[in-house]
């Protein structure tokens, strides 16, 4: 059976947060680690009403890239979905990542237009965001 989760970074996210942890639960996922650069408002308070969520604090420094590694770390799904606490994924839901994991054994990873709930336009920038995770092969 092939499993999928879901890893957000955030910090000071305390207005997004709750309805970014009910949209990755809607998606039903194996795994749900989110990680906090180290919140000063009640980001944290909120991600530990959700006893499914896998909370782990890290620093956060000047490279995002260093806050990515460290959330991949803990992914053990062989897919993963890197969501943001204020963005929002319309159209994608279960069905959707179950179809997209079954298409082609050799695609690695998908791109999608996300919109941003502090922006009102699409983020047309190409995202991988659902990908293979290469570390649990």
């Not at 943001?84 to 998908?110: T, W």
């Not at 009102?120 to 991988?128: G, S, V, W």
Request: hydrophobic share 35%; aromatic share 12%; proline share 4%.
């Amino acid at each position: 059976m092939t499993t999928f989760g879901i890893y957000c970074i955030c910090q000071n996210e305390e207005r997004f947060i709750r309805q970014c942890i009910e949209y990755g639960l809607s998606l039903k996922p194996d795994q749900f680690v989110i990680v906090d650069g180290g919140s000063k408002d009640k980001t944290l308070e909120i991600i530990r009403e959700y006893p499914q969520i896998e909370l782990f604090e890290n620093p956060m420094g000047l490279d995002f890239s260093v806050q990515r590694n460290f959330s991949l770390s803990k992914m053990k799904t062989d897919w993963i979905l890197h969501i943001d606490a204020d963005e929002n994924y319309a159209g994608l839901y279960r069905q959707k990542l179950d179809e997209l994991m079954g298409i082609d054994h050799k695609i690695i990873g998908y791109s999608f237009p996300t919109a941003h709930l502090t922006v009102k336009q699409n983020d047309i920038d190409p995202h991988i965001r659902f990908f293979r995770n290469l570390l649990n092969l």
